[in-house]
């Protein structure tokens, strides 16, 4: 039996590209990072950024995932671009609106070694070097996330986060996306085949990609 909607808590620079990918072609209608106007006849939801309309949702609603009906899974929630800094998934409020009203909702943590993760981010398109220690972000004030202590420090209080949240439950899979067994894991936690995995938005192909968060601060 398949899953319900399907949210991922991964930071970026952690495999949510390729998770994008491996979902869209098992038939899930994936939003990532920002809604595609291709991807709905929705006009008001045209290039909007997916944590903008998770917090629309939950603060109008009480339901995060009110303005996602026309899809099945998000894989990228954050955003940190000029004029939005959104990080749903540090939000503990954001967190248990889902599961009190998506009970079959299943929740993926995409995760790569720390370290390696944060020297990806300070290569990311400023991400290190600019966007995250220019803005206020869950676990990481302003000023910080210029090193990679500091933005591995921050990674790792964040998987500890997700591992609390969901202690005891049955609605978490953390990966790792370079673990080969990663699509069988991940396809019997969803109860779906996944007939693609790969890699996606590597740092060589960065001004390639067209599911990251690409813009400057």
Excluded at 60 to 72: C, I, Q, V, Y
């Amino acid at each position: 039996m398949s899953a319900g909607f399907v949210i991922n808590l991964g930071l970026p620079k952690t495999g949510t590209t390729t998770l994008s990918r491996a979902l869209r072609r098992s038939g899930l209608k994936v939003a990532d990072w920002r809604v595609r106007p291709a991807q709905t006849d929705n006009e008001a939801h045209h290039n909007q950024l997916v944590g903008e309309l998770v917090y629309k949702g939950y603060f109008e609603t009480g339901d995060p995932l009110a303005e996602f009906s026309d899809f099945g899974a998000i894989t990228e929630m954050s955003a940190i671009v000029p004029g939005h800094n959104f990080w749903p998934q540090t939000d503990w409020g954001v967190l248990r609106a889902i599961m009190d009203q998506h009970p079959d909702a299943r929740f993926l943590l995409s995760a790569r070694d720390p370290e390696k993760t944060a020297e990806s981010m300070l290569r990311w398109n400023s991400l290190g070097k600019r966007r995250l220690p220019r803005q206020y972000v869950p676990g990481l004030p302003f000023g910080y996330g210029k090193t990679v202590p500091e933005i591995q420090r921050w990674i790792e209080g964040h998987y500890a986060f997700c591992r609390h949240v969901f202690a005891g439950t049955d609605k978490l899979l953390e990966f790792n996306v370079a673990d080969v067994d990663a699509p069988e894991k991940i396809s019997a936690f969803l109860g779906r085949d996944l007939p693609w995995w790969g890699r996606a938005n590597t740092n060589a192909a960065e001004q390639d990609a067209t599911d990251a968060m690409t813009q400057e601060a």
